[in-house]
């Protein structure tokens, strides 16, 4: 995120930020916190004195799991702050979906891939497509979707958001 993006989401000036981050200025807590969920982090990760390495390594077992349907599963990949994509990892049980209704997030591109089994992609309005190990769609997240195991074995799936879905 460039100092002019933060400073927009952060509603703060670029010039305050450049001068906060080299230590010019300091901020007040409100300040802090939309800055922090700007960066998709908490206000305790701006005081973390650790350099980062660039390498964020995460364990399958350690996955953070987001709240999905019965039946379904859906990890986080990627991990906060959210920089240039955003990935996520289902799993579907036979006749399990995404949910009863086709829904929408932002307007960002994103890839379903399917790494096991297969599952029906609905896309808005048009025919609904069956995917099968190696297959893949991309489409909007503006346009209404919706992913439903109708096959007969577990269903595995990734998908790749660019840019995030802003919170």
């Known amino acids: 995120m460039t100092v002019r993006g933060l400073a927009a989401h952060a509603q703060a000036s670029a010039s305050f930020i450049s001068q906060l981050e080299r230590g010019q200025t300091s901020a007040s807590v409100g300040m802090l916190r939309r800055i922090a969920v700007a960066l998709g982090i908490t206000v305790a990760d701006l005081f973390n004195e650790e350099q980062a390495t660039g390498h964020r390594l995460v364990r399958r077992a350690e996955r953070p799991e987001l709240h999905a349907g019965r039946g379904s599963r859906k990890y986080l990949i990627s991990q906060r702050p959210l920089q240039n994509l955003e990935v996520y990892s289902g799993e579907f049980e036979p006749g399990a979906s995404t949910g009863d209704d086709q829904y929408t997030h932002g307007d960002s591109q994103e890839i379903l891939l399917v790494l096991r089994g297969t ?35 577990d269903a595995e799936v990734l998908w790749i958001i660019s840019p995030p879905t802003p919170d």
Not at 119 to 126: I, K, M, Q, S
Not at 133 to 147: A, L, N, W
């Open 119 to 153: 599952v029906t992609v609905h896309l808005g309005e048009a025919i609904p497509r069956r995917l099968e190990p190696g297959d893949s769609v991309e489409y909007r997240t503006s346009i209404p979707h919706r992913v439903v195991n109708d096959g007969d074995d």
